[in-house]
């Protein structure tokens, strides 16, 4: 385990570089976000969960959708039964499982730097293993700059969607609130 999440770790860091690239930031720029202005002070956690068959699932809909509050999540899902689902134009669609493949989440905080669901299965059990790669809890979050655009009679052409924050902050709103909607916590988290 302890080899699989510093190789998770690096694939991190090259997934945030790539974002930085198509984003047209400067590389580390992500990363250098997320440490809060210390090195390596990011937040790397793994989570093992196990999903049993669910044995009543006419009396489910769905489990609560939820978007991830940090920064990068690396899925390892397991290959044979499904459960992670995405919403895409107002449509839930099923993330075909690959076998040895890692499913790239992007959490609430890469949302606001560039300005998932589950449901009961009857199939099988299944596992997956969730690696986070987070800011800081002493890390500043804005949108940014470079991604404002110019301003014009001093008004941004691409104005910012999102308040800045400091990361901590917004995990404490985001435990209260998880299975709301998300637009509300940038607005409470703003008045923090």
């Known amino acids: 385990m302890k080899e699989y999440r510093t190789e998770l770790k690096k694939l991190g860091h090259r997934v945030m570089e790539k974002m930085d690239e198509n984003l047209g930031l400067s590389k580390g720029y992500i990363k250098n976000a997320f440490d809060g202005g210390v090195d390596n002070t990011t937040f790397f956690g793994t989570k093992v969960s196990h999903y049993p068959p669910c044995p009543h699932p006419e ?7 939820h978007t991830d509050a940090g920064g990068v999540v690396l899925l390892f899902q ?10 895409k134009d107002g449509v839930w669609t099923d993330v075909q499982p690959l076998k040895n493949a890692i499913v790239i989440n992007t959490g609430d905080q890469i949302e606001v730097l560039s300005n998932g ?7 099988g059990q299944r596992i997956s293993i969730a690696s986070f790669y987070n800011p800081s809890l002493k890390a500043t979050i804005a949108p940014a700059p470079q991604l404002l655009g110019p301003k014009v009679e001093n008004k941004a052409i691409d104005a910012a969607k999102y308040p800045k924050f400091v990361f901590g902050d917004y995990m404490s709103v985001y435990l209260e609130q998880k299975f709301q909607p998300k637009e509300p916590r940038f607005q409470a988290v703003k008045a923090v």
Request: charged share 35%; no cysteine; hydrophobic share 40%.
């Open 117 to 123: 669901r589950v449901v009961p299965q009857t199939d």
């Open 78 to 87: 397991d290959d044979e039964v499904k459960g992670l689902q995405m919403l």
């Open 59 to 65: 009396k489910v809909n769905a489990l609560r959708a």
